[in-house]
């Protein structure tokens, strides 16, 4: 009995040993959570870096270094085809369907656009949940002011989403309990929101950029959002007054001499916008607005996934013998945009056509530091081709792709790497030049012209064109000068969609698919995988595609 | 009907005045040779002494004693002490039956079991000369599958028991090791070491595991020591091996004309254009190299003969309180990869001590260190590689680029670099079984502990194109990865035996609990001064300096009741029930209960057969259903998290900052609770003929439900992804064992066994609503993992009527489901499982005389793959090289099997192909050395024999590298040519 009692006792012993529950409590310490993040002002600050990461990672390809990733070489080439710009000639496979308008809804950067703005949208929603939670502030402006960044982000997001793809879901917060039935809001409803957005990020963000850090946002870029914002809704005065507050806001200036890094170095004042290390404030560049940062070998400078733009824009020219890569020549090029013969003109090739092209003559756009027309042969061991000039002929500008007039926006080469496939300048992703642009798009819709021509002006004088008169100043007009500031810079996709010219300039420039092209190609699909996902509520595809 | 043996024993008087004598015998079986282990002891006393390996024993005991003979697998035999000396025994029995298996917390005999698992014994395990465990069981065990993705020295495989339950958790079987839940690699464990394994694979097997089980449960038993003289073993192996084949490449005439039909098809070039010289088919490197012929073949560079050996030296004897075993095993094995390599070493004790009568102990210590660095080449970019590009530069160094395009590099490029890895594996496990007051009762606690770290430091210097100099920046990259692990297991168990007549009883019951963490840094930099330092010197990295360290942290708490009862030894029922807690789970729903009943009837033994059926030696039915769980999941999946792995920069000269942002899967579930498998088997346990056919023949039917599974839901939520109890599956399938003696000569025995498995697995439901997840290709009524794609028919040819739009001569013919003349989403159907239908394999035995051979072969049966031969768009990017022979559409080569290079496949749909392969795994010869000659030099045995594993295979498919990875750059499994000796001294 004694042994049973003693025997029954240790073992109650051992059995109440483990009865504790903390036991299987889980603590998170290899993550940031929201809870121990949004709790403070330098928390805050550290995601709004991260909606700062995420519009960067827009560039990015195939996500090195774990951003977000399309996992496709030519995501932003993906607006710029099917336009008047650029044609598609053997590019790479994830961009040929976008070129020849025969995407489908599985397309794969059809898909992976609407999650990098929805990623977007929901971290600024994330922040703007928490910030209204959080009572813990360095100062009273915080939370106005991390808010204002956040909404401008969801505006942004918005944006590409609404170009792109037309009614598409308005959500502002982080659902928990997850909905399988969302619907399409009416594109004029979201675009209301946008605007509701952009005004609260004009009213609360810095007002002074020189008193920001490099590539924080700032109350005029907003306002420059905002006036495209207008645009597109067809609120054409409130553009107008939007766009006018940043040119008047006495910050910013259209770079009219030579500055920066450049030195004594040859080149234009318009080539030197786009030399490395010349867009921020810092080196005297006056007329960015908001630049997207990138820094070579650098951490948090971007990877070698990032902005493939450069290998798009510039010809394959090491393919012919005689060349070697350079990185005055732009480093690698793959030339997945082979630009079209009409705006930059055959003249110093030996292409068919004579074609003018839309430039003037004493245009420095179109200057031999902007669009490179002269190739010279830079390969010591090749003795009898070295330094003599190489001609552009229809075949290398068209078949081979090998040699064309290349932009140089986008030229980027190191020495030490010559086969670099991404590029590390930084992105000027709004600039004076174009809010003088949006604003004559504003009068053009309020049906003044002469207003219109005189902001036009304002951009052609500083690229050393003739001013134009009020008679002479149309849509049309607009759209070839944004081409001749902007090209490669702007989302050819966008500026056409906003203006409802895409058909009628497909037709008239772009010959591969003007007869091919109709209203349906305005929009692109909704991805198939989020038809597939949203069960609980009808879906309805854009015309034209299944 | 039974097995006889003839003992022979001696003894002699050498004392009269006492009562006691030496009693010396041997212990024999049938054909003359000596029993080792069988136990002598002398009755009504507690010490006794153990046959030596040739069956000879000493014991000391009084001329009117009487000795108990006991063996394992026989009967006990009772006889009175020889007075002059002479002990003859006969021992009878079904050595079968009476083999003790180890199952969950203990041993049992195997005609007492009710649950379905398959024993491998030391046979099993030793047909297969290799170094590693997994692969020594290859398709010996049936439901038991083990594919080898990466076939590199000491990695790891993928084992599933009776196919896959969850869709997304874990589907690993929990491996016990000496009693203890093991998590780290079997790679670690020296075969030469296990004593037993034992597959758990119905609920009531591994029941008594409930919360880890529903995977099934893999029985490691380490080798202990016995009672006897001390034994010494060797053991070695040498041997040489080279991957199993190569991939078919063109050669490069071959090349230069694929590469002008590229040109001409998909880019339009004609005439000037299409000369490799002066036009555009090719890089201007090529160009060179082709002008001066200079070819090169590129797998010769990464592919190499590679040399294997092994050596293990064990020692282990006891007395009747104390046992021992201790081993050590040194493993040298190159992989056939250039660069790849294992270095391995074992030490492994255990004693076993009996302090008196209520209290034994044992300790267990093993350890393993592995050393296995070294950057291998990339084997994609050799396959891939053109002919004529160029390897080495005029200085020998590797040319970065060798056909200039940047995706396909120089496989080579990066091997100079310096990896150091290495990895401690420390395993102590330690038990205590006390006999309580009561009798009948006993308490037994098990403890374990396992700690193992790995280090890698990595440096790629200045002679490697990843640590090169870039013009004014310093080159050399250098990483250092510290990861550590370590886990205990506190277990105690109650168990409570008797014996009422006929009826016999027991009862466990346990509580245990674990707790695991995880937890690892990494340091990065690049820029070093010089390469001399490797990366010893990382705090002087001058750019690109990074740090991190990750942790994670899991415990789970458990109870356990199971009863066995048995009546007659002929109906045996047993039931168990189990609640566990896992910290994975959300609050409310941290623990679950898992219960399970099994019956068995051991028809066999009931008079109307064992009487009337002569041929029937055994048969028994076995009938289970239950229930188990699966919590494996990564913890911390019920939280909200935060992604900041990127940094960002402000301005041209600004430092890093930390950025965080919500992921796509960002989003925790709270309510995430266990998966729970329900299934039924039904078996049967058979031996025929006089034992010459025996076998199992098992069917089970499981049923899974609350899947832990990632749901896709649309990204408006703030997520596309979310972890969630959604859905059931159910897994149904028949496994057969058979094992036969074909020939019983005295000479010359042939033995087969033959195991085949069948499993089907499909989808039962997802959310409840009816509705297929396309988004995931999880589709009702379809197997877990299936491809889901548009379906590829054919090519079309010339001339063919071309019925759908966008189609061409060349391109793919896609199957259109609704004819409607378009292919669009709607037409994709499920391909098919991406796992087998079925495995069966084959083993032979041949012994004649003192020579011993064996072969075995397996096999895997209709399972799609992706078929990454004919998908020639992603194979050669419309740039490099592709595989010989290849059949691919041309204007002149109209009847094709493979699409044209000008196909860009619009959809990007895959290609698919249903693969079955049969390879030969094994063929052995050996020789044992006759006893008396061994005895003459001075040892107690010596076998020698030669192997071949992996010989070929025989396949549907080809140009593949390893037939469990159709990718064609997996790394490839070896044919190795094999040398072994083991001594027993």
Redesign the interface.
Same mark, same amino acid.
């Given at each position: 009995m004694k042994?049973?009692i003693?025997?029954s006792l240790g073992?109650i012993v051992?059995?109440t040993l483990?009865g504790c529950k903390k036991?299987?409590?889980?603590?998170?310490? %290899?993550? &940031?959570?929201?809870?121990n993040?949004y709790t403070s002002t330098y928390g805050f600050?550290?995601?709004s870096?991260?909606?700062?990461?995420?519009t960067?990672?827009e560039y990015n390809t195939y996500g090195e270094?774990?951003?977000f990733i399309h996992n496709g070489a030519c995501p932003y080439e993906a607006l710029q085809v099917s336009t008047d710009i650029a044609d598609a000639i053997?590019s790479d496979?994830s961009l040929?369907?976008f070129a020849n308008l025969?995407l489908?809804?599985?397309?794969?950067f059809v898909g992976t656009y609407?999650?990098w703005a929805?990623?977007l949208i929901?971290?600024a929603?994330?922040m703007l949940v928490y910030s209204e939670k959080n009572t813990n502030w360095d100062t009273p402006e915080d939370k106005a002011r991390f808010q204002a960044e956040a909404r401008f982000f969801r505006a942004y997001a918005y944006r590409t989403l609404v170009y792109l793809y037309g009614d598409v879901?308005y959500?502002e %917060?982080? &659902?928990?309990d997850?909905?399988?039935n969302?619907t399409r809001t009416p594109k004029a409803e979201v675009i209301g929101h946008m605007v509701d957005d952009l005004k609260f990020a004009v009213d609360n963000l810095p007002t002074n950029p020189d008193g920001v850090?490099?590539?924080?946002l700032t109350k005029w870029a907003a306002s420059h959002l905002l006036s495209e914002i207008y645009l597109l809704q067809g609120n054409h005065a409130e553009a107008e007054k939007a766009a006018l507050a940043v040119i008047n806001s006495g910050y910013y200036n259209l770079m009219k001499n030579r500055y920066g890094v450049s030195g004594s170095k040859p080149g234009d004042v318009f080539s030197d916008l786009f030399l490395e290390?010349n867009q921020?404030r810092?080196?005297g560049n006056k007329e960015s607005i908001w630049v997207l940062?990138?820094?070579f070998?650098?951490?948090?400078?971007g990877t070698n996934s990032d902005d493939w733009t450069r290998r798009a824009w510039i010809p394959n020219y090491?393919?012919i013998?005689g060349f070697v890569l350079a990185d005055t020549l732009g480093g690698?090029g793959i030339a997945q945009l082979v630009p079209m013969k009409w705006w930059v003109g055959t003249t110093g090739t030996n292409a068919t056509g004579n074609v003018a092209g839309i430039f003037e003559a004493n245009d420095i756009r179109n200057s031999g530091y902007n669009i490179k027309r002269n190739w010279y042969y830079n390969n010591a061991n090749e003795a009898s081709l070295y330094g003599k000039k190489a001609n552009i002929t229809e075949q290398t500008w068209f078949?081979?792709k090998?040699l064309f007039p290349a932009i140089t926006k986008f030229f980027y080469g190191?020495?030490?790497?010559l086969?670099l496939?991404g590029s590390y300048k930084?992105r000027m992703k709004f600039r004076l030049a174009e809010t003088y642009l949006l604003l004559a798009e504003a009068y053009l819709g309020q049906n003044m012209p002469d207003k219109a021509a005189q902001a036009v002006n304002e951009v052609r004088k500083r690229a050393g064109a003739s001013e134009i008169t009020g008679a002479q100043m149309n849509m049309d007009f607009l759209l070839d000068e944004r081409i001749r500031e902007l090209v490669g810079e702007e989302s050819r996709r966008f500026t056409l969609v906003r203006t409802n010219t895409l058909v009628e300039r497909v037709k008239k420039y772009n010959n591969a698919i003007k007869d091919k092209i109709t209203d349906n190609n305005i929009l692109w699909p909704i991805p198939?995988?989020?038809r597939?996902?949203?069960?609980g509520a009808p879906f309805p595809q854009n015309p034209g595609y299944? | 009907m039974s097995a006889t043996l003839s003992v022979v024993a001696t003894n002699y008087v050498y004392s009269q005045a006492t009562d006691q004598i030496n009693v010396k015998g041997q212990v024999t079986n049938e054909a003359g040779e000596g029993l080792k282990g069988v136990s002598v002891m002398i009755k009504g006393a507690k010490n006794g002494v153990q046959t030596d390996a040739n069956g000879h024993y000493t014991i000391r005991a009084s001329r009117t004693a009487t000795l108990v003979f006991t063996y394992i697998g026989f009967n006990n035999q009772e006889i009175k002490v020889n007075p002059l000396g002479v002990n003859d025994v006969k021992l009878s029995g079904n050595n079968v039956l009476d083999q003790v298996v180890v199952v969950g917390y203990g041993t049992a005999k195997k005609k007492d079991l009710t649950g379905g698992l398959a024993v491998v014994g030391k046979e099993q395990l030793s047909i297969v000369s290799t170094s590693n465990l997994m692969d020594r069981l290859v398709g010996q065990v049936a439901g038991f599958s083990i594919t080898t993705g990466e076939a590199a020295p000491g990695a790891s495989q993928t084992l599933l028991i009776r196919g896959e339950n969850s869709i997304s958790a874990n589907n690993s079987p929990l491996i016990i090791l000496d009693g203890i839940p093991y998590s780290g690699s079997l790679a670690d464990i020296d075969p030469n070491n296990v004593e037993n394994l034992s597959i758990l694979k119905d609920a009531s097997a591994s029941a008594i595991y409930g919360s880890r089980a529903a995977n099934g449960v893999i029985l490691i038993q380490t080798k202990r020591g016995a009672l006897g003289r001390a034994q010494v073993n060797y053991k070695g192996l040498i041997g040489m091996a080279e991957p199993m084949q190569r991939i078919n490449v063109m050669g490069p005439n071959e090349y230069i004309r694929f590469q002008q039909d590229i040109a001409r098809i998909r880019q339009g070039y004609t005439g000037a254009l299409l000369d490799p010289i002066a036009g555009d088919i090719i890089s201007v490197t090529e160009r060179g190299n082709y002008a001066k012929g200079i070819t090169n073949n590129w797998q010769d560079y990464v592919f190499r003969k590679a040399m294997t050996m092994d050596h293990q030296l064990s020692i282990s004897g006891g007395t009747e309180n104390t046992k021992y075993m201790a081993a050590l095993a040194a493993l040298d094995q190159e992989g056939v990869v250039y660069n790849s390599k294992l270095s391995r070493l074992n030490i492994t004790t255990n004693v076993d001590q009996t302090f008196n009568k209520w209290l034994t102990t044992g300790v267990g210590l093993q350890y393993t260190r592995k050393s296995d660095g070294g950057i291998t080449p990339n084997l994609e970019h050799a396959i891939k590689q053109s002919p004529y590009g160029s390897y080495k530069d005029e200085s020998g160094k590797y040319v970065p680029e060798p056909m200039e395009y940047s995706l396909i590099v120089n496989p080579m490029r990066n091997v100079n670099a310096i990896q150091d890895r290495y990895n401690n594996n420390f395993f102590l496990s330690g038990y205590a079984n006390i006999l309580l007051p009561v009798e009948g009762l006993s308490l037994r606690s098990n403890f374990g502990y396992n700690y193992r770290n790995g280090f890698t430091g990595t440096y790629y210097g200045r002679n490697t194109f990843e640590g090169r100099d870039q013009g004014t920046q310093a080159g050399g990259s250098a990483s250092i990865n510290n990861s550590n692990y370590n886990d205990y297991t506190w277990e105690n168990l109650l168990k409570y035996e008797r014996q009422i007549g006929d009826h016999r009883f027991d009862v466990t019951g346990l509580f245990s609990m674990q707790k695991t963490k995880s937890w690892s840094t990494a340091q990065s930099g690049a820029g070093f001064v010089t390469d001399d330092t490797e990366y010893f010197m990382i705090g002087s990295a001058s750019r690109l300096v990074s740090n991190s360290a990750s942790l994670s942290e899991s415990a789970m708490l458990s109870y356990m009741g199971r009863i066995n009862y048995a009546y007659k030894g002929k109906y045996l029922l047993t039931l168990t029930g189990r609640t566990d807690g896992a910290s994975v789970f959300g609050i409310n729903n941290k623990y679950a209960f898992f219960p399970v009943a099994a019956a068995a009837w051991q028809i066999g033994e009931e008079r109307f057969l064992k009487d009337n059926v002569k041929w029937l030696d055994m048969l028994k039915i076995r009938l289970s259903y239950g229930a188990n769980g699966n919590q494996a999941i990564t913890p911390y999946r019920t939280l909200d998290r935060l992604y900041s792995n990127v940094k960002y920069i402000w301005g041209d000269d600004g430092a890093a900052v930390t950025t965080a942002y919500l992921a796509g899967d960002g989003v925790g579930n709270p309510n995430l609770k266990w998966e729970t498998t329900y299934s039924t088997n039904l078996g049967l346990d058979f031996q025929l003929f006089n034992n010459r056919l025996g076998g199992t023949i098992d069917a089970y039917l499981s049923k899974t439900k609350d899947l832990l599974m990632t749901r896709t839901v649309p990204i408006m939520n703030g997520y596309n992804r979310i972890w969630d109890n959604i859905g059931a599956t159910q897994n149904k399938g028949i496994e057969v064992t058979l094992n036969s003696a074909n020939v019983k000569g005295e000479n010359f025995q042939w033995n087969t066994t033959a195991v085949f498995s069948l499993n089907r697995d499909k989808i039962v439901e997802l959310r409840g609503d009816g509705i297929d997840d396309i988004a995931n290709n999880w589709f009702i009524g379809q197997p877990l993992r299936v491809f889901y794609d548009y379906k590829m028919i054919g090519v079309w040819q010339n001339g063919e009527t071309i019925t759908v739009d966008g189609a061409a001569p060349g391109a793919a013919k896609l199957y259109d489901r609704d004819g409607n003349g378009k292919i669009e989403a709607s037409d994709r159907v499920v391909i098919g499982s991406k796992n087998p239908r079925y495995t069966a394999s084959l083993a032979n035995r041949f012994s004649y005389k003192n020579f011993y051979a064996s072969a075995l072969v397996t096999g895997v049966f209709d399972v799609w793959r992706d078929d990454h031969m004919a998908n020639l768009g992603a194979w050669t990017f419309g740039i490099t090289n592709y595989v010989h022979d290849a059949n691919y559409w041309t204007p002149e080569n109209p009847n094709a099997t493979i699409v044209s290079p000008g196909y860009l496949n619009p959809l990007g749909h895959g290609y698919y192909k249903k693969v079955s392969y049969v390879q030969v795994k094994n063929i052995t010869f050996g020789y044992k050395l006759p006893h008396k000659i061994a005895k003459k030099i001075g040892v107690n045995g010596i076998d020698i024999n030669a192997s071949v594993n992996n010989l070929n295979t025989i396949s549907n498919i080809r140009e593949v590298l390893n037939y469990d990875n159709t990718w064609m750059a997996s790394y490839p499994t070896a044919r190795s040519y094999m040398f072994g000796l083991n001594v027993n001294f």
């Open positions: 042994n049973i003693t025997t073992l051992l059995l483990g036991f299987l409590e889980e603590e998170l310490k %290899t993550e &940031l959570a929201p809870s993040t600050e550290v995601g870096a991260g909606l700062y990461t995420l960067r990672s270094g774990g951003a053997n496979g040929t369907a025969t489908t809804a599985s397309e794969r609407w999650n929805y990623n929901s971290s929603n994330l879901p959500v %917060t982080i &659902l928990y997850f909905q399988l969302f850090k490099e590539g924080k290390n921020n810092k080196s940062q990138f820094q070998n650098t951490i948090g400078g090491s393919t013998t690698r078949t081979t090998s190191r020495t030490e790497n086969s496939t930084d198939q995988v989020i597939d996902a949203n069960t299944n | -």
